[in-house]
């Protein structure tokens, strides 16, 4: 049974575990597939990203795994790759993950997922405590670096609901949401469902919600399982229920990269 994972962070950006450590513990917990995906280098924000000229080092870190581990286990590189920034390397990479982590505000970007009392601070601050409104912009913000950039892959859609301050079943934020999601499925059918903040008990399902998944669905998204793990325990977390709710919203397969290219996998819940 294939099992893969292609969002995991090292100390290279802000996981607390070495590249061969997750190795490791990626075979033990029987994925066939390991994508690491550090975060790239964002000049306005560096609490957490990879430097930039630390590149060359990462990718010959998952070259020397790759051949060192080669038949136990495939290592690929890839890059949480945040909107708005450049990356003159792209094509050194196998995959990337395109992200939003920031909202664009009159002072400059504010983050969305660091810390609650920031996200709360920019929504009262420049959206006048309206978290819908906040969650549109972000999302207006995805879309336009999604179409700028074309990453592989759809990386943690609505990370704006993270803190609990949008109401998601509102009619605005949906449509927010959902416009901005189909438009990015035009661009990429690959769709992450990202099971980080359910590990690190911040939400109770992966991201993306349901009313998404099954839009998603009927416009041909193709899912890619990914636990964010920022320590090796994480990785693989909660990909069963990850499955059971994509099959539950209908889907029969996911995808993931096996021998070089992405391919599609069978659901089975195991
Ligand atoms: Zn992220
Ligand atoms: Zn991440």
């Known amino acids: ?11 290279f950006s802000d996981g607390i575990s070495s590249m061969e450590r997750m190795v490791h513990a990626a075979i033990s917990a029987g994925l066939s597939s390991v994508g690491f995906t550090d975060h790239s ?6 609490r957490y990203c990879m430097p930039e000229d630390r590149i060359p080092e990462y990718l010959a870190e998952i070259r020397r795994l790759r051949d060192a581990y080669r038949g136990r286990i495939e290592i690929y590189a890839g890059l949480e790759w945040d909107g708005g920034t450049d990356l003159p390397q792209r094509d050194s990479f196998d995959y990337l993950i395109g ?44 879309l336009a670096k999604t179409r700028l950039h074309r990453p592989d892959v759809l990386g943690h859609f609505d990370l704006p609901v993270k803190f609990g301050f949008v109401d998601e079943d509102s009619p605005k934020y949906r449509k927010a949401a959902l416009t901005a999601l189909l438009a990015c499925l035009e661009i990429t059918p690959f769709l992450e469902i990202n099971t980080g903040a359910v590990a690190r008990g911040l939400r109770d399902r992966p991201y993306p919600a349901d009313f998404l998944l099954k839009e998603a ?28 709710r994509l099959a539950s919203v209908g889907f029969h397969t996911l995808w993931g990269l096996c021998a070089g290219r992405w391919q599609e996998f069978p659901i089975t819940g195991k």
């Open 1 to 11: 049974m294939w099992h893969g994972d292609f969002h995991t962070h090292t100390t």
């Open 41 to 46: 280098y964002t000049p306005f924000d560096t």
């Open 99 to 142: 992200d939003c982590h920031y909202v664009p505000t009159p002072a400059g970007p504010r983050s969305v997922d660091h810390e609650k009392q920031e996200q709360k601070d920019a929504i009262d601050r420049f959206f006048g405590g309206d978290a819908v409104a906040y969650s549109a912009a972000y999302y207006d913000g995805y």
């Open 217 to 244: 669905l009927a416009h041909g998204a193709r899912p890619v399982l990914c636990s964010d793990a920022h320590r090796p325990e994480h990785l693989g977390f909660g990909f069963r229920e990850a499955e059971q």
